[in-house]
């Protein structure tokens, strides 16, 4: 274990007790284990002879010491595995002096390693760890090719794999991670399998691409550009994961595999082969085992045990660069270099830092002339360009990393993993990844007039603004400032705004307004908002006709009057507002916004203080809130106008107000439908849209919603367990011949449900209604914005147009009702497809009562509601 | 996965050093904390800013989310002082806090994340003898972001001018003559007067205190070009 660096060195002497990272003792044991992880350091072609005789040194009982060390180098430093499988070989030949193997008997050193990998990668596949599997996949085809492993055996395994695809009902996640065993061990053992049989080669082909052909209904829920009028399957700036696997086979297989040669390291090409009388390694057979039994949403509805699982989906990959820079992920070459990376991503999420250190050093692994050399290398020390390769280190990276981040419907990590990730690569080599930084920022951005899906467009804003933040805001706005000129809602101006907001957010308004060119700054541009952000207190106005009644509560407030007398109050204004009030006022809501603004007030000048004005007056609130969803919704607005030039503001404080249940989720998804702020208007005129900041709030009171429902379920079944254990245990204790005799109809007396249970279970039931309404309210407020009736007063005109061929050719011309139109549907799209596993617990109920009154309609707007509906319950593929 | 590299999420020499708790209830607390300690804020940087910052490692489709932030204060001014507890409703989170955002900047400084053993309540103010954290007192550097110059050294400071003050309080505007040229013992001369007025406090420029939200202008020597 002492491979480890030690971490903050610096202050080792001071606190070395506490330190588990001291110099300890290492077993020769783990110094073998350690050389075989640590080989190629320094200059790998080198140090694999020093570790084979280092190993064959020790090798006396250190069989599965050096096997682990195999495994972990194998399957956590993929890209030496062409180097592994090098080294691995030469254990094979006799040790020197000793030229007559067969002579002394025994195995070979190297067959007895292998065996014991073998053993591991079982365990691996048993646990289906499916991203070692694959690893162990790619090492045992290197060691095909280096003639260890046997053609016949290395076919078996792969055509395990290809198995799953044919499995009845498999999971998508599933058949793309075993379709990625046999493709990449196809990729790299090809040309040997292809020369045993050629028809072994074409079915392993044949089943990934059959398998493709029934994905093509997920795959349009989940690209990253979006063109609701096509139903072509081919994005240009865009590639889905096993469909490029796909497409590099088919070329490799054109060519009999030659251009492996060009695409992978094989240090061993040139070896002999195995030494005389030793026959390959015969691989054993293996069978993918069956996932987790799934309870396939038998009365998901309300079953405890019922685990939610994330639907998976086809995973697009979205490209920025050209072919020459960047790598074409379906040339063999670029597959290679993208997957490789891809899976340093992936492995090294646990230390950014770390990550980015070996992405930048990855030319080093891969064949000479993959990658320009970096600026300032002697030109002796350059290699030949490869043709057809020699990109962009940088421009990869970038292309790689955004990639990962924009998957959809959600990233393997949390987006902030790759933003980190990212400024750690800037800060390895600024000069070389600022400029790929800029160019990755500029396409996107360019991309978003061409229908870059709305939840990429907003982790773009996200990851923009949390990267400027780490490089002072230093972004050439400039070029950007003719774009004020489009209209309000496009998507470049949306995200400018977005963009600047996030930025004020993580910094403060005269920070970010400085960095804005006068073009941006000027009134009209809308960028910068009118004022930083802050409070707006709708009564501090002394002309506002509840002026006084709201100081009196304030005063109140800030004596710290009791929860009582405030409400006491409260009860008085009402009286009185309601004789003197002229005209029609509703006088209760006019208390709840004077009541709730007020408690704001006191609370503004930090979340803190705000958290500690709203536990002092809980029982305001709650008393405030029991008038049933207007009362609901007349809170959320006071908050929304109080807070309305601070968005920030108004998601935490309906967060909160969820979590001390002053309101419920479905409260803030129906509030955000009808009252929606995130249209920039903060009322409740024109069209009905949805927009990125509205998306925020449901996708607050959605995930509140469904998390409740994970913890009490948790909580349930640890319950369960507990008392089942008592059980067993009371009944292993009472364990006599009499009671052995027992008929077993006749229970013994079982302990009845202990209370804790009977509540944990009422609660989990609820939550479960709770999370339903909400997850009902959502889809039923989509349907209204984007199907609405011609009575509907908020009907947006365009909510049909924009889904058309021909209007999206005209979107120079569109106004804002088109854009909110489109993006609606945009958000629709993503409901749909991030909370698929939900909605398939509850389909049958949703899809009756939302989506019955479709049925036969020729509305096309109906017809896309449907067809995005079913394909995300899996209904429609 | 941790063989090849360390993680970054892993608890580090951090501790409070006030605690009661033996080293072993420590280990266990911190193995499930979902509190972190957060170290090197600009004394301006707000809570909401913290909240934005962090919010990134919520987890509320696993019932998370941030719970509260406590911002650290100087002892006796009651004012940010450059630390802040941040708690979350799970102890993943606060791991994904130290893998994802211990290191990266907030505010334009390099902020630091430790797994804490939980709030309680004193712990918001600083140890530090001038009020503030420890570490201010003894910071050589100028530090704009955190009220200058470190508080021993803004003692000292203090302690100088004041003794630059005290030196002159009594200047009545007469400057010494410094003695002329050699004359002729015992003839009497006329003083030369010089009316130059004395020291004043205000003069002094070095005004430790950087206005508010000071900043240095530092060309950031990680800043990429684009």
Same mark, same amino acid.
């Given at each position: 274990?002492?491979y480890?660096?030690?971490?903050?060195?610096?202050?080792?002497?001071?606190?070395d007790?506490?330190?588990?990272?001291?110099?300890?003792y290492?077993t020769?044991?783990?110094k073998?284990?350690?050389?075989?992880i640590?080989?190629g350091?320094?200059?790998v072609?080198?140090e694999?002879?020093?570790?084979?005789?280092?190993i064959?040194?020790?090798?006396?009982?250190?069989?599965?010491?050096?096997s682990?060390?195999?495994?972990?180098?194998?399957?956590?430093e993929?890209?030496?595995?062409?180097?592994?499988?090098?080294?691995l070989?030469?254990?094979h030949?006799?040790?020197?002096g000793?030229?007559?193997?067969?002579?002394?008997?025994?195995?070979?050193l190297?067959?007895?390693?292998?065996e014991?990998?073998?053993?591991?990668?079982?365990?691996?596949?048993?646990?289906?760890?499916?991203?070692e599997?694959?690893?162990?996949?790619?090492?045992?085809?290197?060691?095909?090719?280096?003639?260890?492993?046997?053609?016949?055996s290395?076919?078996?395994?792969?055509?395990?794999?290809?198995?799953?695809?044919?499995?009845?009902g498999?999971?998508?996640?599933?058949?793309k991670r075993?379709?990625?065993?046999?493709?990449?061990?196809?990729?790299?053992?090809?040309?040997?399998?292809?020369?045993?049989?050629?028809?072994?080669?074409?079915?392993?082909?044949?089943?990934?691409?059959?398998?493709?052909?029934?994905?093509s209904?997920?795959?349009?829920?989940?690209?990253?550009?979006?063109?609701?009028?096509?139903?072509?399957d081919?994005?240009e700036?865009?590639d889905?994961?096993?469909e490029?696997?796909l497409?590099v086979?088919?070329?490799?297989?054109a060519?009999?595999?030659?251009?492996?040669?060009?695409?992978?390291?094989?240090?061993y090409?040139?070896?002999?082969?195995?030494?005389?009388?030793?026959?390959?390694?015969?691989?054993?057979?293996?069978?993918?085992?069956?996932?987790?039994?799934?309870?396939?949403g038998l009365a998901?509805?309300?079953s405890?045990?019922?685990?939610?699982?994330?639907?998976?989906?086809?995973?697009y990959?979205?490209?920025?660069?050209?072919?020459?820079?960047?790598?074409d992920?379906?040339?063999?070459?670029?597959?290679?270099?993208?997957?490789?990376?891809?899976?340093?991503?992936?492995?090294f999420?646990?230390?950014?830092?770390?990550?980015?250190?070996?992405?930048?050093?990855?030319?080093?692994?891969?064949?000479?002339?993959?990658?320009?050399?970096?600026?300032?290398?002697?030109?002796?020390?350059?290699p030949?360009?490869?043709?057809?390769?020699?990109?962009?280190?940088?421009?990869?990276?970038?292309?790689?990393?955004?990639g990962?981040l924009?998957?959809?419907?959600?990233?393997?990590y949390?987006?902030?993993?790759?933003?980190?990730?990212i400024t750690?690569?800037?800060?390895?080599s600024?000069?070389?990844?600022?400029p790929a930084?800029?160019?990755?920022?500029?396409?996107?951005?360019a991309?978003l007039?061409?229908?870059?899906?709305?939840?990429?467009?907003?982790?773009f804003?996200?990851w923009?603004?949390?990267?400027m933040?780490?490089f002072?805001?230093?972004?050439v706005?400039?070029?950007?400032?003719?774009d004020v000129?489009?209209?309000?809602?496009?998507?470049?101006?949306?995200?400018?705004?977005?963009?600047v907001e996030?930025e004020i957010?993580l910094?403060?308004f005269?920070?970010i307004?400085?960095?804005?060119?006068?073009?941006?700054?000027?009134?009209?541009?809308?960028?910068l908002?009118?004022?930083?952000?802050?409070?707006?207190?709708e009564?501090d106005?002394?002309?506002?006709?509840?002026?006084?009644?709201?100081?009196?509560?304030?005063n109140?407030?800030?004596?710290?009057?009791?929860?009582?007398?405030?409400l006491?109050?409260?009860?008085?204004?009402k009286?009185t507002i309601?004789e003197?009030?002229?005209?029609?006022v509703n006088?209760?809501s006019?208390?709840?916004?004077?009541?709730?603004?007020?408690?704001?007030?006191?609370?503004?000048?930090s979340?803190?203080?705000?958290?500690?004005?709203?536990e002092r007056?809980?029982?305001?609130?709650r008393?405030?809130?029991?008038?049933?969803?207007?009362?609901?919704?007349?809170?959320?607005?006071?908050?929304?106008?109080?807070?309305?030039?601070?968005?920030?503001?108004i998601?935490?404080?309906f967060d909160?107000?969820?979590?001390?249940?002053?309101v419920?989720?479905?409260?803030?998804?129906?509030?955000?439908?009808?009252?929606g702020?995130?249209?920039?208007r903060?009322?409740?005129e024109?069209?009905?849209?949805?927009?990125?900041?509205?998306?925020d709030?449901?996708k607050?009171?959605?995930?509140?919603?469904?998390?409740r429902?994970?913890?009490a379920r948790?909580?349930?079944?640890?319950l369960?367990?507990?008392?089942?254990?008592?059980?067993?245990?009371?009944k292993?204790?009472?364990?006599?011949?009499?009671?052995?005799?027992?008929?077993?109809?006749?229970?013994?007396?079982?302990?009845p449900?202990?209370?804790a249970?009977?509540?944990?279970?009422k609660?989990f039931?609820?939550?479960?209604t709770?999370?339903?309404?909400?997850?009902?309210?959502?889809?039923?407020g989509f349907?209204a914005?984007?199907a609405?009736?011609s009575?509907?007063?908020r009907?947006?005109?365009?909510?049909?147009?924009v889904?058309?061929?021909k209007?999206?050719?005209n979107?120079?011309?569109?106004?804002?009702?088109?854009w909110n139109a489109?993006?609606?549907w945009?958000?629709y799209?993503?409901?749909?497809?991030?909370?698929?596993?939900?909605l398939?617990?509850?389909?049958?109920?949703?899809?009756?009562?939302s989506?019955?009154?479709?049925?036969?309609s020729?509305?096309?707007?109906?017809?896309?509601?449907?067809?995005?509906w079913?394909v995300?319950?899996?209904?429609?593929? | 996965?941790?063989?090849?590299?360390?993680s970054l999420?892993?608890?580090?020499n951090?501790?409070?050093?006030?605690?009661?708790v033996?080293?072993?209830?420590q280990n266990?607390?911190?193995?499930?904390?979902?509190?972190?300690?957060v170290?090197?804020?600009?004394? #301006? +940087?707000? /809570? %909401?800013?913290?909240?934005e910052?962090?919010?990134?490692? !919520?987890s509320?489709? $696993?019932?998370?989310g941030?719970?509260?932030?406590?911002?650290?204060?100087d002892?006796?001014?009651?004012?940010?002082?450059?630390f802040c507890?941040?708690e979350? #409703? +799970?102890? /993943? %989170?606060?791991l994904?806090?130290?893998r994802?955002?211990? !290191?990266?900047?907030? $505010?334009?400084?390099?902020?630091r994340?430790?797994?804490?053993?939980?709030?309680?309540d004193?712990r918001?103010?600083g140890?530090?003898?001038?009020?503030g954290?420890?570490?201010? /007192?003894?910071?050589?550097d100028?530090?704009?972001?955190?009220g !200058?110059w470190?508080?021993?050294?803004?003692?000292?400071?203090i302690?100088?001018?004041?003794?630059?003050?005290?030196?002159?309080?009594?200047?009545?505007?007469?400057?010494a003559?410094?003695?002329?040229?050699?004359?002729?013992?015992?003839?009497?001369?006329?003083?030369?007067?010089t009316?130059?007025?004395?020291?004043?406090?205000e003069?002094?420029?070095?005004?430790?205190?950087g206005?508010q939200?000071?900043r240095?202008?530092?060309?950031?020597?990680?800043a990429e070009?684009?």
């Open positions: 274990m002492s480890e660096r030690p971490y903050y060195n610096k202050r080792r002497n001071r606190d007790f506490d330190n588990p990272r001291r110099e300890v290492e020769p044991e783990q073998i284990r350690t050389a075989i640590r080989l350091e320094v200059d072609l080198q694999i002879p020093r570790v084979a005789k280092q064959r040194e020790q090798a006396e009982g250190s069989v599965p010491a050096i682990e060390g195999f495994r972990i180098g194998v399957t956590e993929p890209y030496k595995i062409p180097y592994y499988a090098h080294l070989r030469l254990l030949d006799p040790p020197e000793e030229a007559e193997a067969s002579s002394s008997g025994g195995t070979s190297g067959k007895q390693i292998l014991d990998f073998w053993k591991g990668f079982q365990a691996f596949l048993d646990k289906l760890s499916w991203r599997t694959r690893l162990c996949i790619h090492f045992f085809a290197h060691l095909t090719m280096a003639k260890v492993i046997s053609v016949q290395m076919f078996n395994l792969l055509q395990s794999f290809v198995a799953v695809l044919d499995e009845f498999v999971s998508h996640g599933r058949a075993a379709g990625l065993c046999a493709a990449q061990g196809l990729m790299i053992a090809g040309k040997v399998l292809k020369e045993d049989s050629v028809t072994n080669v074409i079915d392993i082909i044949n089943a990934i691409q059959i398998y493709i052909e029934t994905t209904a997920a795959k349009r829920l989940v690209q990253p550009i979006v063109h609701y009028h096509a139903e072509s081919t994005l700036n865009a889905e994961l096993l490029t696997a497409a086979l088919k070329t490799l297989n060519s009999d595999f030659a251009e492996t040669a060009n695409s992978y390291p094989q240090p090409a040139d070896l002999p082969g195995l030494p005389e009388g030793a026959a390959p390694f015969e691989l054993p057979s293996v069978l993918v085992p069956p996932e987790i039994i799934e309870l396939d998901a509805d309300t405890e045990d019922a685990q939610v699982k994330k639907e998976e989906w086809p995973e990959y979205i490209r920025l660069f050209d072919n020459e820079v960047t790598p992920p379906v040339s063999p070459a670029g597959y290679a270099v993208r997957s490789a990376l891809l899976d340093i991503v992936e492995i999420e646990v230390n950014r830092k770390e990550c980015a250190r070996l992405l930048i050093e990855y030319p080093k692994w891969t064949l000479p002339g993959t990658f320009k050399p970096r600026p300032g290398t002697p030109a002796e020390l350059q030949e360009p490869a043709p057809g390769k020699n990109w962009q280190l940088e421009s990869t990276l970038m292309e790689i990393v955004l990962s924009f998957v959809l419907p959600e990233a393997t949390k987006a902030i993993y790759y933003i980190g990730l750690e690569i800037c800060k390895l600024p000069s070389t990844v600022g930084v800029g160019k990755s920022i500029r396409r996107l951005y991309s007039a061409d229908g870059l899906d709305v939840e990429v467009a907003r982790r804003a996200e923009f603004a949390i990267h933040s780490n002072g805001f230093q972004w706005w400039k070029e950007w400032v003719p000129s489009l209209t309000h809602q496009h998507p470049k101006r949306a995200f400018m705004r977005r963009a996030f957010r910094a403060y005269e920070r307004a400085k960095t804005l060119p006068e073009g941006l700054q000027a009134e009209g541009a809308h960028v908002p009118e004022h930083a952000p802050g409070p707006d207190f009564y106005e002394p002309s506002n006709p509840y002026h006084n009644a709201a100081q009196s509560v304030l109140l407030l800030k004596g710290r009057a009791k929860a009582d007398d405030v006491a109050h409260l009860e008085t204004l009286t309601g003197t009030a002229e005209g029609d006088v209760d006019v208390i709840r916004s004077v009541a709730v603004q007020s408690l704001l007030n006191i609370g503004s000048r979340f803190s203080h705000f958290l500690n004005a709203i007056y809980l029982a305001v609130l008393s405030l809130s029991t008038g049933g969803i207007d009362a609901r919704t007349d809170i959320l607005t006071a908050v929304s106008l109080f807070w309305k030039r601070n968005r920030q503001m998601s935490i404080v909160k107000l969820m979590q001390y249940q002053i419920d989720p479905t409260d803030v998804v129906a509030w955000t439908f009808t009252n702020v995130g249209n920039e903060g009322d409740t024109g069209p009905s849209a949805i927009n990125a900041h509205d998306w709030l449901l607050g009171a959605l995930d509140k919603a469904n998390g429902v994970l913890v948790k909580r349930v079944s640890a369960r367990k507990e008392e089942d254990d008592t059980r067993a245990r009371v292993a204790s009472g364990g006599d011949v009499a009671s052995m005799e027992v008929d077993a109809e006749a229970k013994p007396d079982e302990p449900e202990s209370a249970l009977t509540t944990a279970v609660a039931t609820s939550l479960t709770q999370q339903k309404n909400a997850l009902a309210r959502a889809l039923d349907i914005c984007l609405p009736l009575s509907d007063r009907a947006n005109p365009y909510a049909r147009e889904l058309t061929e209007a999206w050719h979107r120079a011309n569109w106004t804002d009702d088109d489109w993006e609606t945009g958000w799209r993503h409901f749909c497809r991030a909370y698929s596993p939900y398939r617990s509850y389909s049958t109920t949703l899809g009756t009562v989506l019955k009154k479709f049925e036969g020729t509305d096309p707007a109906a017809l896309q509601i449907v067809k995005i079913n995300s319950i899996g209904e429609e593929s | 996965m941790a063989h090849v590299v360390q999420d892993q608890p580090s951090y501790k409070d050093s006030q605690t009661r033996d080293r072993q209830k266990e607390l911190l193995a499930k904390s979902s509190t972190l300690y170290g090197n804020l600009s004394f #301006y +940087t707000t /809570e %909401e800013q913290i909240y910052l962090f919010t990134k490692c !919520g509320p489709e $696993d019932g998370g941030v719970k509260r932030i406590i911002m650290g204060l002892r006796n001014t009651r004012t940010p002082c450059g507890f941040v979350y #409703y +799970t102890h /993943e %989170e606060a994904a806090s130290m994802y955002i211990s !290191g990266t900047k907030l $505010d334009e400084r390099i902020i994340c430790d797994l804490d053993l939980g709030y309680k004193g918001q103010f140890r530090g003898r001038s009020g954290q420890v570490r201010d /007192e003894h910071r050589q100028y530090d704009p972001g955190r !200058g470190g508080a021993q050294a803004q003692r000292l400071e302690e100088r001018r004041r003794e630059v003050e005290e030196r002159y309080a009594d200047a009545n505007g007469m400057a003559g410094g003695g002329g040229d050699w004359k002729e013992a015992n003839v009497p001369v006329a003083p030369e007067a009316l130059k007025r004395g020291r004043s406090p003069d002094d420029g070095s005004n430790a205190r206005g939200r000071a240095v202008g530092d060309p950031d020597p990680d070009r684009m």
